[in-house]
């Protein structure tokens, strides 16, 4: 496995390589979820490169990325055991040049909603970076998971809207044994959290099973989420089609389940794609 810290030499190996490539865009922290993707771009590419980089311009001025998880050698462990071909770890500096850059704009619709509406300009943030990687690495297949449903449909639009090159896969949620989905955040809850957190999964597996009854009255199903979630901080259940918009019955396969519910300062956001 070969690091990489410069676009000179990510250019120039790029420039070498003939072969598939699959890419799995990351943020460091590296979790099962994670490795779920690399495992996929192993299987279906000749060549999988990895990015590790905390992207500043996606996080809020307000919100703290100095305290994201960090530990570069565990991920470059990580990354080395499933044999990843390439890591490519940038710093800040080398991806913004300068802080008057061409800038990339999320769709003022679907991107100022759900994740959005809390998050105003996160998904701008998100797009100028994927987009940045996406030009230096020239992937074949690109890997996200479905947990972040409003980010997967947004690069999908980015990938079509701007006629990329480049398949956009999209990887199953993986979850705990007891059914919570994994997330870099999880760290941050406490014994107490944890224990509250299974209700987002539990009100999800609840949804589906109406579903599977042929309940489709999308209002009864957030009804039934919300008794099962009626202690818990909820920030947003929403049921959408896979353009974002509400729906008021449900669509098979063009409808999620989306949830985002706050312990203390951790947001954990989960869904279920029908
Ligand atoms: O999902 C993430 O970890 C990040 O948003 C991504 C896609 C790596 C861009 O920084």
Not at 4 to 9: A, Q
Not at 67 to 75: E, F, N, S, V
Not at 166 to 184: K, P, V
């Amino acid at each position: 496995m070969k690091i990489i810290t410069t676009i000179e030499d990510l250019q120039n190996i790029r420039k070498n390589l003939n072969k598939s490539i699959g890419f799995v865009p990351t943020m460091g922290a590296l979790h099962s979820g994670h490795i779920s993707l690399i495992k996929k771009a192993k299987l279906n590419n000749d060549i999988t490169i990895v990015s590790l980089f905390i992207n500043p311009t996606q996080f809020l001025a307000h919100e703290d990325l100095s305290a994201y998880p960090k530990d570069d050698l565990r991920d470059i462990n990580i990354c080395e055991q499933y044999k990843v071909d390439y890591v490519f770890m940038p710093t800040k500096e080398i991806m913004y040049q300068s802080t008057d850059e061409v800038l990339i704009k999320a769709p003022k619709l679907s991107s100022y909603i759900l994740e959005g509406a809390t998050r105003p300009g996160h998904f701008d943030g998100v797009l100028q970076i994927v987009l940045k990687l996406f030009n230096l690495i020239r992937p074949t297949n690109a890997y996200f998971g479905k947990k972040d449903a409003q980010q997967l449909s947004l690069i999908s639009k980015m990938v079509k809207n701007l006629f990329l090159a480049i398949n956009i896969i999209e990887c199953e949620i993986i979850r705990e044994e007891d059914g919570l989905a994994l997330s870099s955040r999880n760290i941050y809850l406490s014994k107490e959290q944890r224990k509250n957190a299974l209700t987002l999964s539990q009100s999800l597996n609840n949804a589906k099973k109406l579903i599977l009854q042929n309940e489709n009255n999308t209002k009864t199903i957030v009804n039934a989420m919300k008794n099962i979630l009626k202690d818990q901080d909820i920030e947003y259940l929403s049921i959408v089609d896979r353009e974002f918009n509400e729906i008021s019955k449900i669509q098979k396969n063009n409808t999620i389940i989306l949830l985002v519910v706050r312990f203390g300062n951790t947001r954990l956001l989960d869904n279920l794609w029908v």
